[in-house]
């Protein structure tokens, strides 16, 4: 019976969390966005859109960012040519969302869980960036490989990162593995 308490209190602080966090983030994007006759993307996309341009220039290239007219996104160019668009769902605050919900339904000690959410969620943060960046380059380098590298190749490195995290949470700081610990 004490195996189905875990993972019934288990489910219901994942869910719990994931929808808190996911209602605020919608009610935050309804607030922020604007669609119709003019389009702007919420400023949490704008930074991101903003970071993967000042840090590519740093890499020397030329890029421009600016608001798409027909729609929420971000488009990027290259040395004048358009190369990619960032939308919401590139400004992997969904992925943070989720990682936050499976460290708090596997909890360790309040600090400890809180330090673990804000190294997550920068880590996180900063990975998407990076990853934009290389997918914008690899899209203007290499512009027939788009598909497999946005649908496959780069979705595995934010995913891959998010389980990391996962496993070290689980592995080294949830009461979970101190119960498991302690007999």
Not at 11 to 38: E, N, P, R
Not at 61 to 76: A, F, G, H, K, R
Request: aromatic share 16%; net charge positive.
């Amino acid at each position: 019976m004490h195996k189905n308490k875990t993972i019934v209190v288990f489910l219901a602080k994942f869910f719990a969390t994931y929808f808190v966090l996911f209602g605020i983030y919608s009610f935050y994007l309804s607030k922020t966005q604007q669609k119709g006759d003019v389009f702007r993307c919420a400023p949490v996309t704008r930074t991101v859109a903003s970071h993967v341009n000042n840090i590519s220039n740093m890499l020397g290239y030329d890029t421009v960012i600016e608001q798409s007219p027909n729609e929420l996104s971000i488009l990027l160019t290259i040395n004048d040519s358009y190369t990619s668009r960032i939308i919401e769902g590139c400004n992997s605050i969904s992925v943070i969302i989720l990682f936050l919900a499976f460290i708090v339904a596997f909890s360790g000690d309040l600090k400890e869980t809180v330090l673990y959410g804000l190294f997550g969620a920068l880590l996180i943060y900063i990975v998407n960036i990076l990853r934009i960046i290389a997918l914008t380059i690899l899209y203007y380098r290499f512009p027939k490989y788009q598909d497999i590298l946005h649908d496959l190749f780069f979705p595995a490195i934010i995913y891959g990162l998010t389980f990391m995290l996962w496993v070290t949470w689980v592995k080294f700081f949830s009461h979970l593995n101190k119960k498991a610990k302690n007999g």
